[in-house]
């Protein structure tokens, strides 16, 4: 199966935008939930949990993307969409 040059604008219009979210944020801050999974998948030690209720402690980690991944995704996205004005029509 061909791509086809609605294909390529679609995907170049996604990544485009993804990379402009990734430009205009200065860090993301994960749930607890989710930091106790990366911490567990990193085989890291579990957050601690509280001695009177038995609950984890609201921990949260901050993850600060590379300046230069909104970039190239942003270029990434305008040379899919120039690609695909390149390709010749459909039919």
């Known amino acids: ?3 086809t040059r609605h294909q390529y604008f679609w995907a170049g219009l996604v990544v485009l935008l993804l990379g402009l979210q990734f430009h205009s944020i200065d860090h993301v801050e ?3 939930e989710f930091t106790q999974v990366l911490a567990e998948w990193n085989g890291s030690p579990p957050v601690a949990r509280t ?3 038995g609950e984890r402690p609201l ?3 901050n993850v ?3 300046e230069s991944l ?3 995704l942003i270029f990434g996205g305008l040379a899919l969409i120039l690609h695909s004005l390149a390709l010749p029509k459909p039919g």
């Open 70 to 72: 909104g970039w190239a």
């Open 51 to 53: 001695l009177t209720d």
């Open 64 to 66: 600060t993307p590379p």
């Open 1 to 3: 199966m061909d791509i």
């Open 59 to 61: 921990v949260k980690k």
């Open 30 to 32: 994960l749930t607890p």
